[in-house]
Structure formats: structure tokens, C-alpha cells
């Protein structure tokens, strides 16, 4: 379940990196470019859905939560102090992903194309770092098995979570 597909309240979709996941505050961590375009879906509509498939598990979870994007704060310093400079190398993009370009480029400047860069040449690419923070406010598990599936639905709200059986 390390790369769930995030769907967009637009109605896109993508596949991205789960960074980390706070049990208490159900809370999904994401890493992207400030730019992109799913940045703009988030904050004109915070819905967001995260699907999640464990083949060996045989458990698929629908998700769905709130979104929210970060720039700044002790979160984003953290979760960027921790990332690799080679992660970190995506962020020195010149311009923002999904613009249009003539040839397949990377995007990237020239100079950093195929090495694995110091802190020091990363460190412009914080300005285009985001955190994609989404609490998860309900959830669908579906688990396959050859005697019969089985399948829950829980939903969070301020006086805990409900869980109910589904037919699967
Ligand atoms: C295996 C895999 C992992 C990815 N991880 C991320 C990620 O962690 N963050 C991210 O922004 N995009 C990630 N992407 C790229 C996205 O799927 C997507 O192409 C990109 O973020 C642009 O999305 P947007 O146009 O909806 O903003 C990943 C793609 C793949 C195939």
C-alpha cells in the first residue's frame, strides 16, 4: 500500500509515494510539487479519495478525507530536512509539471540531469515542496478470500468511528 492511486475532487487521478500515516489524527502524508496541478483541485475542492491495494494481503481500501496542502511550517521543514537529495532534485523543475514542452524533457535543469546532487544545489527546490496532508473521514475494506469476501465500511466522526458490515 506504499503507492495509493489520490483521486481529485476534478475527477483526476495519480499514483503517489504514502509518506506516512498518524494513526490518531487518521491523517495520510503525501509529498509534491507546490505547482502541480492536483495543488489547485485540493484547494478549490479539499475532497480527496485515496485508493489502496495489498495484492498479498488481498485487502483493497476505498478512502475518503479531506485534504489539505502545506508550504510552510514545521511539518514540511521536517519532512524535507528528511528527504534524499536525489527526492529532493524533482522539486528543481524549472516549471510547473503538466506545462507543454517541444521535446520529452525531464524538466530538470541540464547541470543536475543524471547525478545525484549535494544538499546545497537541492536546497532552491524547497520553495516548490508541498505537503499533502488528508484525513481520512471514512473508509471502505474489501478482503478477498476463495471461501467468500468480506467486506466493512467505517465512518469517523466526532464521537468515534462506526464500523458496518457490507455484502461484498
Ligand atoms: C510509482 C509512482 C509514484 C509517484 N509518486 C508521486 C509522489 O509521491 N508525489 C507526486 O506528486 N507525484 C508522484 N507521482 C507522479 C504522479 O502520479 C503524477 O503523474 C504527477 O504528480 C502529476 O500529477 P497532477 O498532474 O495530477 O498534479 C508518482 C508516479 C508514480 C508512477
Same mark, same amino acid.
Given at each position: ?11 483526476? !487521478?495519480? =499514483?503517489?509515494? !504514502? #509518506?506516512?500515516?498518524?494513526?490518531? @489524527? ?9 505547482? @502541480? ?12 479519495? /485515496? !485508493?489502496?491495494?495489498?495484492? $498479498?494481503?488481498? /485487502?483493497?481500501? #476505498?478512502?475518503?478525507?479531506? +485534504?489539505? /496542502?502545506? *508550504?510552510?511550517?514545521? /511539518? ?12 529532493? #532534485? %524533482?522539486?528543481?523543475?524549472? @516549471?510547473?509539471? +503538466?506545462?507543454? %514542452?517541444?521535446?520529452? =524533457? @525531464? ?5 543536475? $540531469? +543524471?547525478? *545525484?546532487?549535494? &544538499?546545497?544545489?537541492?536546497?532552491? +527546490?524547497? &520553495?516548490?515542496?508541498? =505537503?499533502?496532508?488528508?484525513?481520512? &473521514? ?11 469476501? #468480506?467486506?466493512?465500511?467505517? $465512518?469517523?466522526?466526532? &464521537? ?6 457490507? =455484502?461484498?
Amino acid at each position: 500500500m506504499h503507492t495509493p492511486v489520490v483521486g481529485t475532487a476534478d475527477g483526476d !487521478l495519480r =499514483v503517489m509515494v !504514502l #509518506r506516512a500515516f498518524d494513526l490518531a @489524527s487518521r491523517t495520510l502524508r503525501f509529498h509534491t510539487d507546490a505547482r @502541480s496541478p492536483k495543488i489547485t483541485a485540493i484547494k478549490d475542492d479539499p475532497s480527496v479519495t /485515496v !485508493l489502496f491495494y495489498d495484492p $498479498e494481503a488481498k /485487502v483493497q481500501i #476505498r478512502a475518503r478525507g479531506s +485534504g489539505r /496542502v502545506d *508550504t510552510n511550517g514545521a /511539518v514540511v521543514d521536517a519532512a524535507w530536512d528528511q528527504a534524499a537529495p536525489f527526492a529532493k #532534485r %524533482c522539486y528543481l523543475a524549472q @516549471s510547473a509539471p +503538466g506545462g507543454s %514542452c517541444d521535446s520529452p =524533457v @525531464s524538466g530538470l535543469p541540464d547541470w543536475v $540531469e +543524471g547525478i *545525484t546532487p549535494t &544538499e546545497a544545489q537541492v536546497a532552491p +527546490g524547497r &520553495e516548490n515542496f508541498a =505537503v499533502l496532508l488528508v484525513r481520512i &473521514e471514512a473508509f471502505d475494506w474489501l478482503y478477498l478470500a476463495n471461501t467468500g469476501h #468480506r467486506r466493512a465500511r467505517f $465512518e469517523f466522526s466526532d &464521537e468515534g468511528m462506526i464500523g458496518n458490515w457490507l =455484502v461484498p
